[in-house]
């Protein structure tokens, strides 16, 4: 045979590892010593596929074309790159990065920020609606990184703050949302301000043919990546019920502890993507009276099987991992698997819940999402060809009425095990001073508290009910919202919430039957028990106001006035 097949062996396995991407390394990557320290900070331990893919290409100066949603890790994927490839310290930007929303801007320039720490990066986030006096003067003192808006972005442009004359890299992120938001023009301005030379990177979820315009016109033979479909088969999909809940991060492990209250889980697996989310969700659920176990590729391997003999021995209920020191796992008696974050890759995620449900046992798979991550789960959707249901984070009420349920389900069975005689003694005596009807509830209470750990103080606190972002983009054929001013949204607080009944679709009909605002206009819906925010186009917040002022919610009147704090959604 001659030594082709040799080499082309040795090719072939080279590219079989980024396609999967799982046994890809960052070092193998070729990344820098402190970008590696920094993934290495993070607890980021390999990288998503759609990393393994795009560093390469990216490192070696060419044109890419990204068909991936929000969670599968594309921040990092072109962020990563960017930061090894432009000089930093310069008086101008080397790279800028154009979000659609100012939300976007500020989780993207953060995570630039924190990828950059030891490459002292100069990072800095760039929307309407914040004080363009000190964007300006940050700008003037120099920034390597500017994350923008495309409204703001022009604004600099026309002010001549923002210079984009060296600029190496731009990166066009959520591209079909920008143009749905209306920002067509405005990119093409702005890219013709940047030199010829530069790298261009496009990511968009989907790839409708406006899309592929710009490609045409602004990308220079580009490597074409998309988070792949179809590797999996979905007729291997075990038939495994599918919840997602919609919470922001900041509530994401309070919301599980309370979904695990309600489910009960015989055993459950919970996968994270970082060695730090394991970690503290561990620590959070063995407050919360779980017997959870920690396991990550930090481990050494005799923690590791002490871990999961605990797990085999049933002397631990949840086992938290990372998918890399999941692998291989095969846990007979698991009930549900969570993902505390939506997977990075659909396949992964028909991968971890693979781990329930086995020879026709029922499994239930349990699914944390953000706001943002609608397209995410839609993709899974489609791949497995079974619906994901939302549902809603229990309540402090709904918990409270599960817990009793237990109570009574645990007494329930003691009175037909019918061992009770050796406690008569305790009711006789008692029966001399007290109603036996009384000493009943006194033991439910004590049997009740017994039982009940942690948990009830913890959950006084909040969690927002969250709506997938944005209501119902999905839709097909829907006309792109109209471009409002410069594109920016502001939230309006309104003083009834979930105590009160009111549901996301309240507030729609209110805002929209009272305003000449469409339901389209309206973005993410928030209720909380005792209020609920809505977020609407900047410009048109004064006329929102003013409509629901006059009206009535579930027939009551509520305050309705601007949110006060611009609370970060992290
Ligand atoms: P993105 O799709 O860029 O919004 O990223 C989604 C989330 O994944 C973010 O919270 C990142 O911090 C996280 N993430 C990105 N890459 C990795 C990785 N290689 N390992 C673990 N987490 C990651």
């Known amino acids: 045979m001659g030594p082709r097949p040799a080499s082309t062996g040795a090719t072939q396995s080279r590219a079989g590892s980024y396609r999967g991407g799982h046994m890809t390394t960052f070092s193998d990557l070729a990344l820098g010593?402190?970008?590696?320290?920094?993934l290495a900070e993070l607890g980021y331990e390999e990288p998503t596929p759609i990393q393994a893919e795009t560093i390469p290409p990216l490192l070696a100066g060419t044109d890419l074309l990204g068909q991936a949603a929000t969670g599968t890790g594309k921040t990092a994927a072109f962020a990563l790159p960017l930061l090894q490839r432009i000089p930093l310290g310069g008086?101008?930007?080397?790279?800028?990065?154009?979000?659609?929303?100012?939300?976007?801007?500020?989780q993207v320039s953060e995570a630039i920020h924190k990828y950059g720490r030891h490459l002292g990066a100069r990072v800095l986030p760039v929307y309407g609606g914040a004080p363009i006096v000190r964007q300006m003067k940050s700008l003037e003192r120099g920034v390597d990184?500017?994350?923008?808006?495309?409204?703001r972005a022009i604004d600099h442009l026309s002010r001549r703050t923002l210079d984009l004359r060296d600029l190496q890299v731009v990166v066009l992120d959520e591209a079909d949302e920008m143009l749905d938001m209306g920002f067509a023009e405005d990119i093409e301005t702005i890219l013709a301000q940047t030199p010829a030379s530069r790298q261009t990177v496009l990511f968009s979820a989907t790839m409708p043919p406006r899309i592929r315009h710009i490609v045409d016109e602004h990308l220079r033979d580009p490597t074409t990546i998309s988070v792949g479909l179809g590797q999996a088969t979905p007729g291997?999909?075990?038939?495994?019920?599918?919840?997602?809940?919609?919470?922001?991060r900041a509530h994401k492990a309070a919301a599980l502890g309370r979904i695990l209250d309600v489910e009960q889980p015989g055993q459950a697996l919970v996968f994270c993507r970082t060695r730090a989310d394991v970690d503290q969700l561990t620590e959070?659920?063995?407050g919360r009276g779980y017997r959870a176990e920690a396991l990550h590729g930090g481990l050494s391997?005799?923690?590791?099987?002490?871990?999961?003999?605990?797990?085999?021995?049933?002397?631990?209920?949840?086992?938290?991992?990372?998918d890399v020191a999941a692998r291989g796992l095969d846990i007979e008696s698991l009930t549900h698997v969570v993902n505390f974050d939506v997977p990075s890759a659909p396949e992964s995620y028909v991968h971890r819940i693979g781990r329930v449900g086995r020879a026709g046992r029922e499994g239930t798979a349990i699914t944390l999402a953000q706001p943002r991550e609608h397209r995410m789960l839609k993709t899974i959707e489609r791949l497995t060809r079974q619906p994901i249901a939302i549902a809603t984070v229990p309540t402090v009420a709904d918990l409270r009425a599960?817990?009793?349920?237990?109570?009574?389900?645990?007494?329930?069975?003691?009175?037909?095990?019918d061992d009770l005689e050796p406690f008569r003694v305790v009711l006789d005596t008692l029966s001399d001073e007290f109603d036996p009807l009384n000493i009943a509830l006194a033991a439910i209470k004590l049997a009740h508290e017994a039982t009940s750990v942690g948990g009830e103080e913890t959950d006084e606190a909040e969690?927002?009910?969250?709506?997938?972002?944005?209501?119902?983009?999905?839709?097909?054929?829907?006309?792109p919202p109209r471009r409002t001013g410069s594109g920016d949204s502001a939230r309006i607080f309104i003083g009834l919430g979930r105590s009160a009944q009111v549901r996301p679709q309240d507030l729609v009909g209110a805002i929209t039957g009272e305003s000449t605002l469409s339901g389209r206009q309206i973005g993410a819906i928030e209720i909380a028990d005792r209020f609920s925010l809505v977020e609407v186009p900047l410009d048109r917040i004064d006329e929102v106001i003013r409509a629901l002022r006059k009206t009535k919610l579930k027939g009551r009147k509520a305050t309705v006035r601007r949110e006060k704090s611009d609370r970060p959604d992290r």
């Open 33 to 38: 010593e402190e970008l590696l320290r920094a």
């Open 91 to 106: 008086p101008r930007p080397g790279a800028l990065v154009l979000v659609p929303t100012r939300e976007l801007a500020t």
């Open 236 to 248: 291997e999909t075990p038939r495994i019920r599918q919840t997602a809940y919609v919470v922001n």
């Open 301 to 322: 391997q005799e923690q590791r099987t002490r871990v999961l003999n605990r797990l085999r021995a049933e002397t631990a209920d949840l086992l938290i991992a990372t």
């Open 402 to 417: 599960r817990r009793l349920e237990l109570t009574r389900a645990a007494l329930h069975e003691s009175l037909i095990e």
């Open 463 to 479: 969690i927002p009910q969250m709506t997938l972002h944005p209501a119902g983009k999905e839709a097909p054929g829907r006309r």
């Open 284 to 286: 959070t659920l063995n």
């Open 145 to 151: 990184v500017v994350v923008a808006t495309p409204g």
